[in-house]
């Protein structure tokens, strides 16, 4: 069987600063693939260009949150094949928790997504494909995240959906399980990082935290298979198993 590869190709990715963003972009130009990181923070995206430290690289701010600049910036961007999410920010709590934070991953993880979609998908190469993210917490929920239990499940449904209606375009979804990266933990002390990766170790089957570049391997799959759409894939560890 001949390699699929990204070789000549160009990607988006929202949210491409840090973490499996950062990690998608380094294995996609690692294939020989040209790639477009946005994010809301230009010294971020400065410091991933840098380490990347390839003129592959393209970088715009972008605030996800704001429909208007996502329209902007995806006719600036103009023709493209694939395009990954992973971009968002949010707190998690119980049912009893505000309407602010019941509201926040939606706001922050669903809309955005949602919105990137409606104005990139005029944009992309009938074959190539949308990578959206959830998260294993909607597989398998804990008693501390309802909303966001949901939010990602939204997220998984919205992924099939977009299958059939933006066909021959390919729309999947990749939901992580707990990944160390530090996106995920900007401001916490490294004690409470610490007791969160060791309580994941002992509730998934590998019994470790996965790695960005695990994450991202699952997001180059979803873009190079071109006879995978509409499907949801765990890396996780095996945490919505157990």
Known sequence: MSTISLK?????IIGGSSGIGLATAQQAIEQGA??????RSKEKLLQAQQHLGSDAVEIYPLDNRDEQQLQAFFEHVGSFDHLFTPGASYVRGPISSSSEIAHSCFNAKFWPQ????????????????????SGA??????????????CNGAIESLGKALAVELSPIRVN?????TIR????????????????????????IVGRVGTAAEAAHT???????NYTTGSTLFPDGGYILR
């Open 34 to 39: 040209t790639v477009v990181l946005a994010g």
């Open 181 to 204: 990266t530090s996106f995920n933990w900007e401001g916490a002390k490294q004690e409470v990082r610490d007791e969160s990766y060791d309580h994941y170790t002992k509730i998934n």
């Open 8 to 12: 000549n190709q160009r990607i988006v």
């Open 219 to 225: 997001t180059i799959y979803l873009m190079t298979n």
């Open 173 to 177: 979804v990749i939901s992580p399980g």
């Open 137 to 150: 917490f909607g597989q398998r929920p804990l008693a501390d995240g309802a909303s966001y239990a949901a």
């Open 114 to 133: 949602y919105n990137a979609v409606k104005y990139a998908s005029p944009h992309i190469n009938p074959t190539g494909s949308i990578v959206l993210m």
